[in-house]
């Protein structure tokens, strides 16, 4: 059964440190991979799509990293602000079109 | 700037009612669609389109309608709403489909309470 995993389910971090969220999926045939941003009461925001050739990505503060061997892909947040406070999603899409996994997300609190 | 717009934001409706959710986009995508958030739970497809005149049922359809006259326009249409249906509606579109790496963009969320 295709599958996408997030954890931790929630985390908080002090404004200024660095965090790591984690992303499982199973499924195939993989084409990419997307982390969204979620603000409180708003849609969805696009991070990052990596395909299966890419490693690494970066936007911004934000780095995410993929193993396609492993199925696991991470989201690095650097230097945290208080702007971060929200729900990371991790979407996989397969080959055949449109079946999209979305993650339940991970909430993230950063506190001043 | 507009991107994706969906109205309205916030809607209560009775059992048995029907109501429509609008969404429009001036991006000049065309693909379209439509997702359900429920607390705790990822996304899930309920309807999309690839373009005018052509829209397909995604996992989680049932009690659902769509259409698809222009580019711009795909509402959802609820016909006999149901206390399963309380959830938050998100709309996007995209150049193109998802296995092809373009970037969806999101509309910003009806909340939709069936009581």
């Known amino acids: 059964k295709n599958q996408v995993e997030q954890s931790p389910q929630s985390l908080i971090i002090l404004e200024g440190k660095n965090c790591t969220l984690q992303?499982?999926?199973?499924?195939?045939?993989?084409?990419?991979l997307r982390w969204y941003k979620q603000d409180t009461g708003r849609g969805p925001v696009s991070l990052t799509i990596m395909t299966f050739s890419e490693n690494t990505k970066s936007n911004g503060r934000y780095t995410a990293t993929l193993d396609a061997d492993t199925k696991q892909s991470s989201l690095h947040i650097t230097a945290s602000q208080l702007s971060d406070s929200a729900s990371y999603i991790c979407?996989?899409?397969?080959?055949?079109?449109?079946?999209?996994?979305f993650g339940a997300g991970t909430r993230l609190f950063v506190k001043a | 700037n507009a991107g994706v717009t969906q109205t309205p934001k916030f809607r209560i409706l009775k059992i048995g009612q029907s109501m429509t959710l609008q969404c429009t986009q001036d991006?000049?995508?065309?693909?379209m669609y439509w997702y359900r958030q429920d607390p705790g739970m990822g996304l899930k497809l309920i309807y999309y389109s690839v373009g005018a005149g052509i829209t397909d049922k995604g996992e989680v359809p049932n009690g659902y309608n769509v259409s698809r006259s222009t580019t711009e326009d795909f509402p959802l249409r609820l016909e006999l709403a149901a206390p399963s249906q309380t959830s938050v509606y998100f709309c996007a579109s995209s150049y193109s489909g998802p296995s092809l790496n373009t970037e969806a963009f999101f509309g910003q969320g009806t909340r939709l309470t069936v009581v």
């Open positions: 992303c499982n999926y199973t499924v195939s045939p993989f084409s990419n």
């Open positions: 979407v996989v899409a397969d080959t055949g079109g449109f079946k999209t996994i």
């Open positions: 991006m000049n995508h065309n693909y």
